[in-house]
Structure formats: structure tokens, C-alpha cells
């Protein structure tokens, strides 16, 4: 399956495809407040140290709460717990708006987000733990967080670009107002999708009462995973600190190095979503691949370039590329990242794993936004230069201490494995049969349903799963004769797809029993990798057809 049918099934998931429809719409809300916060802020004190304590005391509910947020998402069903957080953030941003309006001190505003990041903190390891339930199988998980991603960051870029348009206006109050709108229809969304509540491990039947065992503590159940886990968390915490001083200090690169003035913090903030895109599309192919340690050392790499090539560029254009440079990084580590946290974590703690993951890297965040902007208030392209090395060494260590578990290992049906396990098929490339693996599904058949019928345009490819079938060809005369009969890890319906030409014979079900089908372009594209391949399968369907 490529990277285009692995969206197309994505968009095609409908209570998935509506969750990422309306998270987007929030997502440019969300990118529309920050840049309104920061400058409203920036206006009022004009101070670095302020804006740092600021912006760091503005995620303290993050560190504080990102974990009771996690207990919460695996006790409680996460799609109401994503509908209240919601309409009660919309409902703040209506009185940060009125705030605003009435002219009544910043510290109000202040105190106003600070409450709506509480209510934030328990989204997060939320979502994290909600949209793996919509996917139909895992292999929809990471092109799901691509497309998730690359909507976020498109409307990184529109958020911010608007925020520039409406900060040129003077109409600062309405971009709160905007916000709240986008938590609306985020709301109104959530209201058609499937509950989400934590699966747990069922219970031992017995025929008598037995006293029932305590469930394992989350510290047992991650207990196999603490190495890979930790890899991911010195990538998050790396990542944290640095985009939390990046963030903040995307104001003072604006108008104090590069004289660009207020509106350039929005154009700033756009590149980084222009860049936030291009790695999610990369990221999208790479995803599909089993072995993501090489991805998730080049985006690292690639973010770190990016922010030191930004402290030692001159020219506002060439600063712009580097933030989507180091963005596009981001995105392709933060995509995989996730993709691998989702695998390895079980479902029935994945929110108090994504809620102690959140706090790590919240804490960090709140770090670099105090600490970077002050220093770089005096030097900034050395603090830049010294962030990018942190990114780099970070990458390299998160890559050695995943090992193994950076090589995605899909969960394959038993009786899928038959196509695998086709004598014809040995020697492909093990990319190759991955792709032909996520492309097939079972069917079920029972006796006397025809598979085939002569004379049909060929459309698929099968294996037998379970059960015979009979194979039979009705001559110009109108004969039928029996030409075999086929059983367990045989095969039928290559001649067709190979020559092009309609079905030359019929197949009915012998037994009950399951077939593997593979679509046809995903079998042509499994046997044009063997060479020789093709002629092989053509040669041994005359062989047959003339005994």
C-alpha cells in the first residue's frame, strides 16, 4: 500500500476523518491565540525576562496536571473528556475577548489563559489515547498522525498569517473571539463520534467466586518498555526546550534582530507551518517503512540544522527558510515519534504514559521559554547554535536506546501469513511483502460459492486460506470440465491480472473456508519486484492447462 491509498483509507475512516476535520479548525484557532497572546503581552511589558516568566507560568498547568489528565483519560470515555475541555476553553476565550475590549489589565488576560491551559492539559494525552480506537487496524496509525500533523501545521501557517492581518488591523479582541468559534465546531464534531473509553485486560472466568486481583500498576505494565520509552522521552524533552524558547523568542528575532516588526512574528510562525507541512508529507511515506530509527535521526539532524543555521543568518528571507527547515524536522521526529509511542504503549495505560510523557516534556518547554529568551536576549545566535546541538545529541541517543523497538513489527492475521508463506513469493524484498500484507484482506467462503467466474474482468488475486476450491472451464461448446482442485497455501487468479485478459476459468468453493485476496495493482506491484517473477507465474499456468 503507498503513501496515497494509505491516506485515501484514512479519509476514508469517517469518524476519523471528521475528528481531523475539526481538530483542524481548532488548530487554526489555537495558532491565531498564541500569536494575539504573545504580542498583547510583548506590548504591555517589553521586557524579555517578563515575557519569559510569562510564557513559561502560562504551562505550569501542564506540568501540574498532565498526569491526573492521564488517569482521567483511561478511567473515564476520552471523547466527553475532549468535548468538555473544549466548550469550556471556548467559553474562556469569549471572556479573554471581553477582557481585551474593555481594556482591563494584562495580568487578567494572563490569569484567563492560565485557566484555559488547565483545561488544555487534559487534552492532549487525550487525543494521544483516543485516536488510535478510530483506526480500523494499525497500519491507518501512522498515516493518521501524518494527516494529523500535516493539518495542524497548515493551519500553523494560516493561524498566524491571519493573526499577522488582523494585528495590522488593530482588531486584537477578535482573535480570541475567532478561538472560541473553532472550539465550537470542534465540539459539535466530537458530538457524532464513537466513545473511547480504555481497554482492559479482561477478567479469568471461573465457575466459583474468586477474590479479584488488583489490576498491575502502571510502573509493571510499562516495565518491558522502560528502554525504548525513555529514548522517546530524552527526544521529547530535547524537543520541548527547544521549540519553548523558540516560541517565545520568535517576537524579539522579529522586531529587535531582524527589524521586521510585530507582524514578522506571525511570518515567522507561518514558515514554521509551511515547514510543519513539508515534513508531514515526508514523514507520511516514511512511516509506512518498518524501520523508523533513520527517520527519526534526520528529522532531529534536520531540526537542529535549521536552528543554528537561524542564528547565524542576516536576512529575514533566509531566516524564514530556516524555521521551515528546522519545523519540517520537527514534524518528521514528532510523527514517528508518536506513531511508535502508540504501538508500544498498551491502550489500557496509554493515557497515564502520554499524560507522564506530557509533564516531561511541558516541563522542559517552560525551561527553554524562561532560559532561552534571556539569554539570547544578549546572544543570540550562540544560544541558537548551542539548541541545535542539543537536538542533535538527542536524536542519536533516542535512536541507540529504541533499538529494536524502532523496527515496526505489524501484527499480521495467522491466516494472512499463508501469502507470506507462498513458495513463489520467497526472495522478495521484505518491504515488498509488508505492502502486499496491509493490502490483503480474508474472506470468508462457504461450499458452493463462486470466487471466480469465467469470462469476468480480473480484479484480484488469491491465496487459499482454509478450505479447497474447484477450478473448472466451460469450452465454445459449452462443455465444462474440471481442470483441479486446489487446497491450503495454493493460489489462483494471477493470469488474469499478468496477461490482462478476462478470467479463463471459473473458481467455486469446494469447502467452508477463508481466502486471502490481494488487490490487483498491489499483487502486480508485489511480483514486478522478483525478477523474473512475471514469466515464472505465466509458465507454470501453461504447464497446468496442459495436462
Known sequence: MGVIAAYRRVLANGPLARLLFGEFVS???????????????????????????????????????????????????????????????????????????????????????????????????????????????????????????????????????????????????????????????????????????????????????????????????????????????????ADGFVFGGLGVITVILAVDVFAVGEAGTGLLNSAVGVGGILGAVVAGALVLRRRLGPPLLAGALGLAAGIAVLGQVGNFALALAAMALASAGALLLEITATTLLQRIVPDSVRGRTLGAMETLTVTAYAAGAFVVPVLAASQPAAVLL????????????????????????PVVDPILKRLVEVPLFAGLPPARIELALRAATVRNVTAGEQIIRQGDEADFFYVIGEGEVEVTQRSDGGEERTLRRMGPGEFFGEIGLLSGVPRTASVTAAKDGTLISLPGDAFLGLVSAGSGLTYRLLDLHRGVTAD
Open 27 to 237: 488548530s487554526i484557532g489555537d495558532w491565531l491565540y498564541l500569536v494575539a497572546m504573545l504580542v498583547l503581552i510583548w506590548d504591555e511589558a517589553k521586557d524579555p525576562v517578563v515575557l519569559g516568566l510569562i510564557g513559561a507560568a502560562r504551562i505550569v498547568p501542564y506540568i501540574l496536571l498532565s498526569v491526573p489528565a492521564g488517569i482521567v483519560a483511561d478511567r473515564f470515555d476520552r471523547r466527553l473528556v475532549l468535548l468538555i475541555t473544549d466548550v469550556a476553553r471556548g467559553v474562556i476565550m469569549l471572556l479573554i475577548a471581553a477582557a481585551v475590549t474593555l481594556d482591563m489589565s494584562v495580568w487578567v488576560v494572563v490569569g484567563l489563559a492560565i485557566v484555559a491551559t488547565c483545561f488544555s492539559a487534559f487534552f492532549s494525552p487525550t487525543i494521544g489515547a483516543y485516536l488510535p480506537s478510530l483506526v480500523r487496524d494499525e497500519s491507518e496509525l501512522g498515516p493518521a498522525n501524518s494527516a494529523w500533523s500535516s493539518l495542524d501545521n497548515l493551519a500553523f501557517f494560516i493561524g498566524p498569517a491571519f493573526a499577522a492581518l488582523l494585528l495590522g488591523l488593530g482588531t486584537l479582541s477578535l482573535a480570541f473571539v475567532l478561538n472560541a468559534v473553532t472550539f465550537g465546531v470542534v465540539a459539535l464534531v466530537l458530538l457524532r463520534l464513537p466513545s473511547g473509553r480504555a481497554k482492559v485486560d479482561p477478567k479469568p472466568d471461573s465457575g466459583a467466586e474468586t477474590k479479584a486481583e488488583p489490576r498491575p500498576g502502571l510502573r509493571t505494565v510499562l516495565a518491558p518498555v522502560m528502554r525504548p520509552l525513555a529514548g522517546i522521552a530524552v527526544l521529547n524533552v
Open 386 to 409: 548551542a539548541s541545535g546541538a542539543i537536538m542533535a545529541v538527542s536524536g542519536v541517543i533516542a535512536v541507540v536506546l529504541l533499538g529494536r523497538y524502532a523496527v515496526q513489527e
